[in-house]
């Protein structure tokens, strides 16, 4: 997995990773959560084991399937409304780890809702860059492999910003607008 192009949601503020010449993750997990119904059957099957544990109560595929899409729907609305008011966007993440509770720049972040997870590293209070996403069923990440791959994303996408000298909101501005929230 590499980082092959950084995509601009809105200038200054919110970016988003593409990898290895894939459309960029932002976009991608909307595209998957709202209008993948064969990618959400598919995920929710295979991850039936952790979808019946309890930890989300009792609830089928059809069932989580709506929800997925409700809750998708909910949080690109919160992404919208936040972006268009200029408030800042630390006000849509936390920490990843539940207990740190000091800011820092280049921290793991998630944004949620439900089950949902935005994951990006900010850089500062209203710069964010978005390396991927997941549907959490478990507790704990490291309990699926598919949270697994989040963790090594924000990993690879942390050492890819330092590496370019992308560590402060001012790296950033020379980055075109080329995409908008799907």
Known sequence: M???AI???KENVLYSLAYDNQVHEFRRLFTLWIEDLAFLDSFF?????DLESGYWGAITIEEAIHRTRFMAIKLRQKFKDLLASNQPLETLFRPLNNNQYQEKALSKEKSKEGWLRIY????????YVITGGAIKLTLKMNEAT???TELQKLTIAKSYLIDEGLTDE???GYFEFISDIP
């Open 7 to 9: 995509f601009v949601i």
């Open 120 to 127: 990006a590293i900010r850089i500062s209070t209203n710069t």
């Open 45 to 49: 099957d295979d991850n039936s084991k």
């Open 170 to 172: 001012s790296d950033f």
């Open 2 to 4: 590499k980082v092959s």
């Open 146 to 148: 598919h949270l697994k």
